[in-house]
C-alpha cells in the first residue's frame, strides 16, 4: 500500500481574516486530499492599510494546518515582492517536512514552488481556477507574467485545470506542460436532495454578486419579465451585498413579493437554500466550472445557465438548459419552461455528482498525480 503523503497546498487564495470566501473551492480541494493524506496550506495576503508588520496565524481547519500571513500594505513593488519572500521563508520553517507541492495559482505562488522544486527536489502539481486566462481578458497579462507562468507549467509534474475550455486557453497563451483536467469537488453529504414542500416555485440564484461577472442585473430584468406572466413565484438572490441590488429591483419594479435578497451566508445555509429550491440560475457572462452549479445538481435541482467556459463539459442534457450569454429572452422562456415541467430525477443528479465531484472522488484523482509526480522526481 502506497505511504500516505504530506501535501502542501501554496494558494494564492484562500479563505482568510481578510477574505472569508475566497478561494473557497481550493479549501474543499484541500479538505478533500485530507481525506487520505496530510495536508498543510500556506497562504499569504497583503492586510488592510496601517498593518505595521507581517502577522502570522496557525490553525487547524477541518483538519487541514492552515498557516497564513498577512502582510503590511505597501504600493512599492519591490517592498512587496520581499514582504511576500519573508513570509513565505518564515512560514515554510514552521511546516513539517513535506513530499508534494500541490500549487493553487500559477502566478506569482509558482515562483516558490519553482524555489522548491529546484533547491529541495520537491515536485509539485498545479490547480488552476483563474478566469483571467481566457480572452479577452487574458489580453491583460503582462508579457513578464506570461514568461514566468510558462517557467512555472513546464516545470510542474501536472498542470490540472478544472476545465478543458481553461486548459485550451493556457495552452493558447503558451503554457505548456502535461494536463489533467480535474474538476471542483462538491460535499455531497452537505448538498443532498430534500423533499421539497414548496408552495411558490422558487429560483435560486447564489454567486459573488458581480454584475459585470454575473449578469446579476439581466437576470433581474428577466424576473420583472417573468412577473408580468405569472405572480407565483419568489426569486431569491444570494451572495455578498447582495441588497445592493434592491433599489435596482424597485427602480424595475418588481414586486417584494416575488423577490429576496439575502447576503453572504454560510456554506451550510447554502445548501439548505439550494435543497429547497425549484431551480437554480446563473447568467454569467464567462466562467470556467462554477462550484454552484455541481452542488446544484448535487440537491436534484435543475439549472438554468448561460453556456460559457467548462460548464457544457458537465452538464447533462437532462439536468437542465444551457444558453447563450446576455440571451435575456432565452432565460425567460428557459424559466417559464421549467416553471411548467420542473420534475427532476434527484437521485440521477446527485449519484453524478457523487461519481465525478465528490470528496473521495477528487482526493482519489490528485493522489495518483501526487504519487506519479514522485516516482519521476526519482
Same mark, same amino acid.
Given at each position: 500500500?502506497?505511504?500516505?503523503?504530506?501535501?502542501?497546498?501554496?494558494?494564492?487564495?484562500?479563505?482568510?481574516?481578510?477574505?472569508?470566501?475566497?478561494?473557497?473551492?481550493?479549501?474543499?480541494?484541500?479538505?478533500? /486530499? @485530507?481525506?487520505?493524506? =496530510?495536508? %498543510?496550506? +500556506?497562504?499569504?495576503?497583503?492586510?488592510?492599510?496601517?498593518? &505595521?508588520?507581517?502577522?502570522?496565524?496557525?490553525?487547524?481547519?477541518?483538519?487541514?494546518?492552515?498557516?497564513?500571513?498577512?502582510?503590511?500594505?505597501?504600493?512599492?513593488?519591490?517592498?512587496?515582492?520581499?514582504?511576500?519572500?519573508?513570509?513565505?521563508?518564515?512560514?515554510?520553517?514552521?511546516?513539517?517536512?513535506?513530499?508534494?507541492?500541490?500549487?493553487?495559482?500559477?502566478?506569482?505562488?509558482?515562483?516558490?514552488?519553482?524555489?522548491?522544486?529546484?533547491?529541495?527536489?520537491?515536485?509539485?502539481?498545479?490547480?488552476?481556477?483563474?478566469?483571467?486566462?481566457?480572452?479577452?481578458?487574458?489580453?491583460?497579462?503582462?508579457?513578464?507574467?506570461?514568461?514566468?507562468?510558462?517557467?512555472?507549467?513546464?516545470?510542474?509534474?501536472?498542470?490540472?485545470? /478544472? @476545465?478543458?475550455?481553461? =486548459?485550451? %486557453?493556457? +495552452?493558447?497563451?503558451?503554457?505548456?506542460?502535461?494536463?489533467? &483536467?480535474?474538476?471542483?469537488?462538491?460535499?455531497?453529504?452537505?448538498?443532498?436532495?430534500?423533499?421539497?414542500?414548496?408552495?411558490?416555485?422558487?429560483?435560486?440564484?447564489?454567486?459573488?454578486?458581480?454584475?459585470?461577472?454575473?449578469?446579476?442585473?439581466?437576470?433581474?430584468?428577466?424576473?420583472?419579465?417573468?412577473?408580468?406572466?405569472?405572480?407565483?413565484?419568489?426569486?431569491?438572490?444570494?451572495?455578498?451585498?447582495?441588497?445592493?441590488?434592491?433599489?435596482?429591483?424597485?427602480?424595475?419594479?418588481?414586486?417584494?413579493?416575488?423577490?429576496?435578497?439575502?447576503?453572504?451566508?454560510?456554506?451550510?445555509?447554502?445548501?439548505?437554500?439550494?435543497?429547497?429550491s425549484n431551480l437554480f440560475v446563473l447568467f454569467s457572462n464567462y466562467e470556467n466550472l462554477p462550484c454552484v452549479i455541481l452542488e446544484a445538481f448535487s440537491c436534484g435541482v435543475p439549472v438554468i445557465s448561460?453556456?460559457?467556459?467548462?460548464?457544457?463539459?458537465?452538464?447533462?442534457?437532462?439536468?437542465?438548459?444551457?444558453?447563450?450569454?446576455?440571451?435575456?429572452?432565452?432565460?425567460?422562456?428557459?424559466?417559464?419552461?421549467?416553471?411548467?415541467?420542473?420534475?427532476?430525477?434527484?437521485?440521477?443528479?446527485?449519484?453524478?455528482?457523487?461519481?465525478?465531484?465528490?470528496?473521495?472522488?477528487?482526493?482519489?484523482?490528485?493522489?495518483?498525480?501526487?504519487?506519479?509526480?514522485?516516482?519521476?522526481?526519482?
Amino acid at each position: 500500500m502506497p505511504k500516505k503523503l504530506h501535501v502542501l497546498f501554496l494558494c494564492g487564495w484562500y479563505p482568510s481574516v481578510i477574505l472569508p470566501t475566497n478561494g473557497d473551492f481550493i479549501q474543499r480541494h484541500a479538505e478533500a /486530499v @485530507s481525506l487520505k493524506h =496530510k495536508v %498543510s496550506v +500556506l497562504h499569504i495576503i497583503t492586510d488592510k492599510p496601517g498593518t &505595521k508588520k507581517i502577522k502570522y496565524s496557525k490553525e487547524i481547519v477541518n483538519t487541514v494546518a492552515t498557516h497564513i500571513a498577512y502582510l503590511p500594505f505597501t504600493k512599492n513593488p519591490f517592498l512587496k515582492v520581499y514582504l511576500f519572500f519573508a513570509a513565505f521563508n518564515h512560514l515554510i520553517k514552521k511546516i513539517d517536512v513535506f513530499d508534494v507541492v500541490h500549487l493553487n495559482e500559477i502566478y506569482p505562488f509558482g515562483t516558490f514552488s519553482l524555489y522548491l522544486k529546484w533547491f529541495q527536489k520537491k515536485p509539485f502539481i498545479i490547480s488552476e481556477h483563474f478566469t483571467g486566462y481566457h480572452k479577452p481578458a487574458s489580453n491583460n497579462l503582462g508579457h513578464l507574467r506570461k514568461l514566468v507562468s510558462k517557467i512555472i507549467t513546464k516545470n510542474a509534474a501536472f498542470v490540472c485545470p /478544472v @476545465s478543458d475550455n481553461l =486548459k485550451a %486557453s493556457l +495552452l493558447d497563451l503558451g503554457f505548456k506542460g502535461t494536463y489533467k &483536467k480535474v474538476p471542483n469537488v462538491v460535499d455531497t453529504n452537505l448538498f443532498k436532495p430534500n423533499k421539497n414542500t414548496n408552495k411558490t416555485f422558487t429560483i435560486v440564484h447564489v454567486s459573488n454578486m458581480i454584475n459585470a461577472h454575473k449578469n446579476v442585473k439581466g437576470i433581474l430584468k428577466v424576473v420583472r419579465k417573468l412577473q408580468d406572466q405569472t405572480p407565483n413565484f419568489l426569486f431569491k438572490c444570494i451572495g455578498e451585498n447582495a441588497n445592493k441590488y434592491a433599489d435596482f429591483a424597485e427602480e424595475l419594479g418588481i414586486s417584494n413579493t416575488n423577490i429576496e435578497f439575502k447576503d453572504q451566508i454560510k456554506h451550510t445555509e447554502v445548501a439548505a437554500e439550494i435543497a429547497k429550491s425549484n431551480l437554480f440560475v446563473l447568467f454569467s457572462n464567462y466562467e470556467n466550472l462554477p462550484c454552484v452549479i455541481l452542488e446544484a445538481f448535487s440537491c436534484g435541482v435543475p439549472v438554468i445557465s448561460s453556456t460559457v467556459g467548462g460548464i457544457h463539459e458537465y452538464f447533462p442534457d437532462d439536468f437542465g438548459t444551457l444558453i447563450a450569454p446576455r440571451d435575456e429572452g432565452a432565460l425567460l422562456k428557459a424559466i417559464t419552461t421549467k416553471k411548467q415541467q420542473h420534475v427532476a430525477n434527484k437521485t440521477k443528479m446527485h449519484n453524478y455528482v457523487i461519481a465525478n465531484f465528490s470528496k473521495e472522488k477528487i482526493a482519489t484523482d490528485f493522489e495518483k498525480l501526487y504519487y506519479k509526480a514522485l516516482k519521476e522526481q526519482i
